[in-house]
């Protein structure tokens, strides 16, 4: 499996390459400045004291505080949070907003513990943490199996409001927050969806992962008019060519804990899901899922990351070889933490956006993104992957304390 910290230095050196980046702010760049495990004992339903392995990896704050969401999952290590915290800080860098990067994450299966002890996990987490976030410091926010719910404790347990972003409406949450990676995914696909040459119309696509990004985005698709033809859990996949029904397959997922043995549809394992024919393709689910060994399989016209770090950089060599453009993560999935910052701005400043003003900005921000980074790809010949780090490396030069 690769290592997807070594993957996100190996995207950092590509782009520098094509670049003039000065070496000392890539040597910089390339070790995260603070990296922190700690153990979260406590006692679960039964009795018995369990004490887990939790994370936090701040990785840069040149252009802001740290900002980076919190995973839960058994396979988080400290190889995948440095891996998350430092594509957070070129995330910022190329949404433009004025934040760093970091990570967390604590080493279990959610779906295994009670909600009383997911509380007790959480609240273990931020007081381990206590001394190193803050509004001003470090900013957390939800990621994969960690929802707001998770983020209200942590403001609690933290006693403010503003150290977390992803929280409920009525614990200071944005407007907006819980859609705000999918919607900006799609802004960003519109924005360069006559550039990747699929303008026809009836676009078919599939989306990997239906959870909090993966199942926004196929409703977002399904109410514009986009065919969604296949999508996918941890349990498999499931296709029909003709297009699924995404409302009635919500209701589906939430009665059965699956999106398998949908009427009308043929379940597939997620690795034959990926191989099929589509516009783009979206992977919305975990790390290296298109590598080396399924590139030259893969027959969508373009691919947009709502997850992050889903293509090696092998896979990436391969698809550039056959014309397939990757719209990145760090670009494509930057809506999350766009609105996370602005859920940030509103509670220090102690207002409320509406939903209209806070969508509005989102698309803004996105388009502009999205064109940087068109524009430095066609500067250098290269594929977005690279013009996205290159855009961010420039900033982040421009904003190292001694330039
Ligand atoms: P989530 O926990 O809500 O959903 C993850 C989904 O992936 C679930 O449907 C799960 O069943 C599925 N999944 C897990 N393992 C799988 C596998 N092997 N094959 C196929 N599907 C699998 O998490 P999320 O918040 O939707 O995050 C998904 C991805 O998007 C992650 O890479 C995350 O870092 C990224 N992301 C999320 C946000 C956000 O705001 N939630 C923001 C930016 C990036």
Known sequence: MNNPFENALNQIRRAASLASINQ??????SVPMREVRVAIPFVRDNGELQILEGFRVQHNNWRGPFKGGIRYHQ??????????AT??????AVAGIPMGGSKGGVTFNPKEYSEAELEKITRGWTRAMKSLI?????????????T?????????EFGSPAVVTGKPIANGGSEGRGTATATGGFYVLEALVEKLGLGSEDKKVIVQGFGNAGRIMTEILFA??????????????IFNPEGLDISALGAHKDATRSVQDFSGAQNLTN????ELECDVLIPAALENQITEANASNIKAKAIMELANGPTTPEADDILFGRGINVIPDILANSGGVT??????????????WSETKVDDRLKTTMREAASAVWERKEKYSTDLRRGAFTLALERLSDAHPNS
Do not use: R
């Open 75 to 84: 396979n988080v290590d400290i190889f995948e949070v440095k891996a998350l």
């Open 339 to 352: 609105v996370s910052y602005f859920e940030w701005d509103q509670n220090m400043k102690g207002e409320h």
């Open 271 to 274: 690795e034959e899901m990926l």
């Open 224 to 237: 514009k008019g986009w065919k969604v033809i296949a999508t996918s859990d941890s349990k498999g996949a």
């Open 148 to 156: 707001p719910q998770e983020m209200a404790w942590i403001a609690d």
């Open 87 to 92: 594509w957070m800080t070129f995330k910022c």
């Open 134 to 146: 803050g509004p001003e410091i470090d900013v957390p926010a939800p990621d994969v199996n960690t």
């Open 24 to 29: 000392e702010v890539l040597d910089e760049l």
